[in-house]
């Protein structure tokens, strides 16, 4: 029984199949039993009219704080059950209990009294939840870099009506865009060239009042957190500014042309895809121009990725050969022609001149020899190997990022925003792909992935758009994605901190800074309220109001664990909420049996789990403990960057626990899934709970 009461309340759905597959009496009983006089309410639709209605009385009339609604996932219906001024804990008896448990059985019933008891023990144990709201928050916005996705984002957030810093380090802005010829088509049913217009966008630019443009500017630092950052900046004499947010637009730069000598990169006649950009600007174009594309791209000796915007640049320039010199001849060597977008009715258009020859194939050598450029291609369609003679040969050369280290970032784990493997700004690149580890502070453009100029505008109004749901967000003290909305944020009991640098480590959005001491301090509007820190914690001094030691152990210990003679073993899934739990929610609507003896709670992220619980866990009796979460690495990526993979390596110490309580190492497991992945979750599940059972039971059970 619980000591402490609270205006607490259960209401329960009997819909959707609860009712046909469990007896709600006996429910209500067991969380009146658990909970002591606990009000209780249940309805055949909840989520329906007559059901709120009848549910908003249920609160009023009992003066509820805090409630538990028993009905469907949480991932469901979330507006119908939010209830102004009531904190509400929702208990999956749908698609994780009734939908997949055998109905009316005895193991389905123990289920759901179980989760119940569960939420209620969570809900008992939580605190009141006081959002972290600075004292000012500026609305302005800091947008560095002046090329196309810069331009774009200051223009939209300018007319979002906020106020932008707009900082570029030369003294034109307009970055690679601006030193363009012609564009290629941009949107459906265009095959033309056109006109730059990078010179108008700059002009609203600089005549929109709500744009402060700091041209010939760099960054000397930039500190503090989403809502109140201090940027440095250095122009004739230094200048300090406050902004909420920043977008990071710092563009793009060739590959290095040094590596190209292969290819015949640093001969007269040799050039590359910016040069000739240039060069057809003044000069006469020859008379036989050789494009060869993926110049250093595609390669693991150099770029192993491809660029995105080469095959369309190229098809461009051929086109400038052909309106220049009307008798020309354009060979084009590719290993894979890639046009993204509209830009597939382009390409057929120019495949369409059949003065632009196009042949795929490898190049062996090109050179130089008696006023023209030989190129040997080997494995083309025309033959074997082919010698084509050219009066220039122009080298599409893939795009590599520029450094964001001149962003004198002020936090613990680098002046620049973190990069994965080539160098790009890193992100969560599937599900929200302009958010960087460092919150507040989004990219856009190239720095962030290859892409062309289409492509550019769409990234800084994109990125834009975060950064002012970010300043927002602040004002209101909520997260940002992905838990968007959350109000909590990670209180510290410093009196028992050791200064052990694990919070400050292993937090992949550099929340924490830390002084000489290495004790920690916290920026919290920087969090994103993963909870990775509670699972670093090794003396449990990191908590949020709603997600800490003590509200997770006490949902581990409301289960009533059966003796080891009874022959039902209990065992304890931890589930990631981003990937895992919608993976088992999809299992329910699937029907796919899961087994009655795994209870469930969702955890924000694998990493959040502290190896507290799961003593708790064992000792309370559980046969096992399964974690999962989501896959790690970058072709599939944890929400939180790298809490799976930090769950991996806290195994080790896991494994240490296992050994003093003397229990086998298959007492813990941890897996991973994808969102998608409903059948192999079931399949994860069932076979780890044969296997606990072939093992036998936990001998902490007879203690």
Same mark, same amino acid.
């Given at each position: 029984m619980m000591a402490e009461k609270k205006h607490m309340a259960l209401a329960l759905c009997s819909g959707c199949g609860i009712g046909a597959a469990l007896d709600t009496d006996k429910l209500t009983a067991a969380a009146t039993g658990f909970a002591g006089n606990l009000p209780c309410m249940q309805h055949e639709a909840l989520?329906?009219?007559?059901?709120?209605d009848v549910l908003h009385r249920f609160t009023k009339e009992h003066e509820v704080d805090h409630l538990a609604i028993a009905a469907c996932s949480p991932r469901v219906k979330s507006e119908e059950f939010s209830l102004t001024g009531i904190y509400v804990e929702r208990i999956n008896l749908r698609e994780q209990v009734?939908?997949?448990?055998?109905?009316?059985?005895?193991? +389905? %019933?123990m289920c759901a009294e179980d989760q119940t008891r569960m939420a209620l023990a969570r809900l008992h144990s939580i605190s009141e939840i006081r959002p972290y709201v600075p004292d000012h928050v500026n609305r302005d916005i800091l947008v560095v870099g002046g090329g196309i996705a810069g331009l774009t984002a200051a223009?939209?957030?300018?007319?979002?009506?906020? +106020?932008?810093?707009?900082v570029e380090k030369r003294k034109i802005p307009g970055g690679y865009a601006g030193r363009l010829y012609k564009l290629s088509p941009e949107g459906a049913g265009r095959n033309t060239l056109s006109e730059p217009d990078i010179q108008e966008l700059v002009r609203e630019v600089q005549e929109n009042p709500n744009i402060n443009l700091h041209l010939e500017t760099t960054i000397q630092s930039i500190s503090g957190e989403p809502g109140n950052f201090t940027v440095r900046l250095q122009h004739e004499k230094e200048q300090t500014i406050g902004v909420g947010a920043v977008v990071v637009s710092t563009g793009w730069k060739p590959y290095d042309t040094n590596r190209?000598?292969?290819?015949?990169?640093?001969?007269? /006649?040799?050039?590359t895809l910016e040069e000739f950009e240039q060069y057809v600007r003044t000069d006469a174009v020859p008379g036989r121009v050789l494009f060869i594309l993926c110049a250093g791209s595609r390669d693991k000796e150099h770029l192993p990725y491809c660029s995105s915007y080469c095959c369309s640049a190229s098809l461009k320039q051929a086109l400038y050969v052909r309106e220049k010199n009307p008798d020309a001849e354009v060979y084009i060597v590719y290993r894979d022609i890639r046009t993204v977008g509209f830009q597939e009715e382009f390409y057929k258009m120019v495949q369409a001149d059949d003065a632009i020859l196009m042949t795929k194939g490898s190049v062996e050598s090109v050179r130089e020899e008696h006023g023209e450029v030989r190129v040997v291609v080997k494995d083309s369609l025309i033959a074997n190997e082919v010698t084509i003679a050219a009066d220039m040969v122009v080298l599409a050369t893939g795009m590599v990022p520029n450094s964001t280290i001149d962003l004198q970032l002020q936090y613990r784990q680098g002046s620049g925003l973190p990069e994965i493997e080539y160098d790009f700004s890193d992100s969560h690149f599937i599900c929200f792909p302009y958010e960087t580890r460092r919150t507040g502070i989004y990219a856009a453009g190239t720095v962030r992935a290859p892409m062309d100029i289409e492509q550019s505008r769409e990234d800084g109004a994109g990125a834009m758009m975060k950064a002012i749901q970010s300043v927002e967000s602040v004002k209101r003290g909520e997260a940002v994605h992905p838990r968007s909305g959350d109000m909590t944020f990670p209180e510290l009991f410093m009196e028992r901190c050791t200064d052990c640098k694990r919070c400050t480590e292993e937090c992949p959005f550099g929340m924490y800074d830390e002084n000489e001491k290495g004790t920690p301090l916290p920026n919290p509007a920087r969090c994103r309220r993963c909870g990775i820190c509670v699972g670093s914690c090794p003396e449990r001094v990191i908590g949020f109001a709603d997600y800490d030691i003590n509200s997770i152990s006490a949902m581990i210990k409301a289960v009533d664990v059966p003796d080891e003679f009874e022959e039902k073993p209990r065992i304890l899934l931890f589930i990631c909420e981003n990937d895992a739990y919608p993976a088992l929610d999809a299992a329910g609507v699937s029907r796919l049996r899961i087994s009655p003896f795994v209870r469930v709670i969702p955890v924000r992220c694998l990493g959040s789990i502290n190896k507290v619980w799961i003593s708790d866990a064992l000792a309370h009796g559980y046969d096992g403990v399964l974690q999962i979460g989501c896959k790690p690495g970058d072709?599939? %990526?944890?929400?939180?960057?790298?809490?799976?993979?930090? +769950?991996?390596? /806290?195994?080790?110490?896991l494994q240490e626990t296992l050994e003093t309580m003397m229990l086998e190492p298959e007492r813990i497991r941890t897996q991973f899934v994808e969102i998608t992945e409903h059948h192999a979750i079931v399949s994860i599940i069932n076979a780890y709970v044969e296997e606990l059972e072939a093992i036998g039971p936990n001998p902490f059970k007879s203690m």
């Open positions: 989520c329906s009219e007559s059901g709120l009734a939908w997949v448990m055998e109905p009316g059985e005895e193991d +389905t %019933q223009r939209e957030g300018a007319e979002a009506g906020y +106020t932008i810093h707009l190209l000598g292969h290819l015949g990169y640093g001969a007269s /006649r040799v050039k072709d599939y %990526q944890c929400h939180f960057i790298h809490g799976s993979e930090l +769950t991996k390596k /806290r195994g080790e110490n």
